[in-house]
């Protein structure tokens, strides 16, 4: 009776799993799909998961035209590249300190850090701030207001306190300096907790609209997701891209979900590499407060 109540559990569980993984999947299928099909075809067929004839002139209509794709998706790498490191450094370098229970005002800091993520000054502040200093269509304006999150300098700190003390202060009495100890022991045994973070990092970085869209104003400097968004909402997507040929007339639909696909995949091929320090990092990240 135990064995069957399980089999039918795992049936069941198999099922909805599949089907949580299926609205997931398809979509994105349906995205690449359409990116691969004529325009007729697009407007014929709401929904499919390979295209009758595929066309794959979208893919180099949107590298060979008038290269705004390609830049923005160079600032996108490189901001994505920066802003990981940074927020790594900055991230880490804070949390090691407060991981030492024996550091003065530790419990202060610690309920400040809290109460930036129960409170926040707002957009307009936030805006303000950035405008006072100087970072308006910089770069830096995409890193430096969120280099810091609270929520993963907790996980961070919680993963330093589980690391053995023992080894720390082994290498303390060798004569190591803190900094040491954090470089030569402490980063070494965090490779779990480092990959994690960087992979939330890149992925809120990479995906980030909202603050390119606030503090960007030269299309020059536009991300990836501006790039994205105003060739979604444009009414003449060949315009957009520079298409100005009369004679080319590239589906307009398959360009657009052309970009959305170069846009996604990256990030997606990204996670497999970091896959097997990912549920270590969080779980080990969240065991105490």
Partial sequence: MTRRRTSIFDVVNVLVLSGIAATTVLPFVDVFAGSLAGEAEISARPFFLWPRNVVTSTYRYIFETNGAFVRSLAVTIGVTAVGTLVHLALTFTMAYPLSKRFLPGRNLLLRLVVFTMIFGGGLIPLYLVVRNLGLL?????????????????????????????????????????????????????????????????????????????????????????????????????????????????????????????????????????????????????????
């Fill in 137 to 289: 269509d910089s770069y830096w304006a995409l890193i430096l207001p969120g280099a810091i999150s609270p929520f993963y300098l907790i996980i961070v700190k919680n993963f330093f306190q589980e690391l053995p003390v023992e080894l720390q202060e082994a290498a303390s009495i060798d004569g190591c300096t803190e900094l040491g100890v954090f470089w030569r022991i402490v980063l070494p045994l965090s490779k779990p907790i480092l990959a994690t973070m960087a992979l939330f990092f890149a992925v809120g970085i990479w995906n980030d609209f909202m603050s390119p869209l606030l503090y960007i104003s030269k299309p020059s400097m536009w991300t990836l997701q501006m790039f994205v968004r105003q060739v979604t909402v444009s009414p003449d997507v060949n315009s957009t891209l520079g298409v100005n040929d009369p004679n080319i007339l590239p589906p307009e639909q398959g360009l657009k979900f052309a970009v959305i696909v170069v846009a996604t995949l990256p990030i997606l091929l990204m996670y497999p590499f970091l896959q097997k320090y990912f549920a270590k990092g969080m779980l080990i990240g969240s065991v105490k407060g």
